[in-house]
């Protein structure tokens, strides 16, 4: 299990490197990296005049010392644990650039930490956010120093039970993260819609909300036995809310720390998706998110 591991602090990295150490995940290898953003990148024109000046090289290089201070101390912990460690240090657009580390490792998962006064913290800053969560072909995890720790032990798979969802789930056993210790497969259906279609169903004597609740919790106890199978313990959670209200609610019934997306919204509960929802989750919510490519 390959993780590039984003190193902005070396106290945010220790504190996502603990919490993917909790998880537990087999054969675990992981790369630090650390990205170097030139500031006229990011401070816009009145800085890009200065950006060949003696006074920008010394900052640079100044920086650079540090950024290498800081892996060579990271990797140094890592290797103590005993665990496999190769860091980078990089420069360019932080996303880019942490796409790019992972796919030259042939990474499975890239971590980075969003500390919760950041609610568009330093990864996640408008169109960073979006271009990790929309384009970022690996799976990826944020982790949220919120909640007591043993809180990431604790997840909520919530799944709309599509093809893509199902390939989520059997990337995430693929993954083996057996230090989760609970995992509750949650769906969110729409009650208004099922209450709009009552009237025209009425006749036929159906509880259209509890057909649809029945129906969803089936597939949903087939998803718990195939990780009881796998040596999960899980169990299972219908709730008639929207998407997000729902996840929210669910997090706090389960005494969770971490959410997992593992679907591509289709049909009626197309709310479910990728993009929309993980957006919402790792930039407006208190919880640690993983999102699961396929």
Known sequence: MRVVLG??????????LQAILQLGFAGLQVHPTHVMEHVGSTLGKYLLTVTESEYYGNYMLSEQQKAKELLQSFEKEILDLGIPCYSKLREGH?????????QESDADL???SLKAQE???HFFFGSVGRKMIFRCPTSFFVYKPVNAPQTIKRAIFATDHSQFAQKALERLVRMRPMGLEHIAVMTAYPQ???SALAPFVSQLGVDVSRWVEEKLHE?????VQFLQKEGFHAVAEVRGEPIHEAIENSVKHQDAGLVILGAQGHGMLEGLSLGSVAAHQVLHTRHSVLVVRP
């Open 94 to 102: 932080v996303v880019n650039e942490l796409m790019a580390q992972a």
């Open 219 to 223: 597939e949903n106890l087939a998803i």
């Open 119 to 121: 609610s568009l913290g």
């Open 7 to 16: 190193c902005h602090h070396l106290s945010s990295a220790h504190q996502t």
């Open 110 to 112: 890239v971590a980075v």
């Open 192 to 194: 208004n819609l099922t």
